[in-house]
Nanobody
């Protein structure tokens, strides 16, 4: 179990912004891929964005152009900048360490609620 710790969630109005952070207990420089997932009530957990150690990124179609994932290896932290938030972005957001394309280690999640 890797104690990833997410923070930065909260309640925001539609059109607003939030930045999520995911802190790892040790160095992430050797971790190839980290990602953010989300799970809304009654839905399966789904990929939002992922970033490799070289900085390559990928996004779900629903968040392209609005969300930006980044990582700071010096701070052992991965970020998710979320702009132009919509009510349908409401979910619990989870940070993950991926092995290949498979998430293997999770954080505890942080709630994001977007009001209309």
């Amino acid at each position: 179990q890797v104690p990833l710790v997410e923070s930065g969630g909260g309640l925001v109005q539609a059109g607003g912004s939030l930045r999520l952070s995911c802190a790892a207990p040790g160095s992430i420089s050797s971790i190839n891929t980290m990602g953010w997932y989300r799970q809304a009530p009654g839905e399966e957990r789904a990929l939002v964005a992922r970033v490799t150690s070289s900085g390559w990124t990928a996004y779900a179609d629903s968040v392209k152009g609005r969300f930006t994932i980044s990582r700071d290896n010096t701070k052992n932290t991965v970020y998710l900048q979320m702009n132009s938030l919509k009510p349908e972005d409401t979910a619990v957001y989870y940070c993950a360490i991926l092995i290949g394309l498979t998430p293997r280690y999770w954080g505890q999640g942080t709630q994001v609620t977007v009001s209309s």
